[in-house]
């Protein structure tokens, strides 16, 4: 069988792929905007938050959760969701190093 194509990058590249495609979506920006407010919640608020079903919202923790950028833990018959920092800090790190590249340098583009 042939390689994928992301065989050709490295793991910290695709993981801030990963990362960062989990974010390219609306919903889930509200839903870390969310959490980032209430620090830590139940499914079901967040549901109640979104214009969204709660099939729908429930692929989005999951998706967000898989990337690593939030937490769920089991109380009782609900998950409790909250930030997972560590995956925060691999897309701030990205960001840091863009951003001090552009501060160091005003780039010239075509």
Known sequence: MGATKTDHFSDSQNELAILTKALGHPARIAII???LKVESCICG????ELPLAQPTVSQHLKE???AGLIKGNVEGAAICYCINETGFDKVKAFFKLVNSHLDDKRIQCC
């Open 33 to 35: 905007e969310y959490l």
């Open 64 to 66: 967000l959760k898989n």
């Open 45 to 48: 608020d967040i549901v109640n």
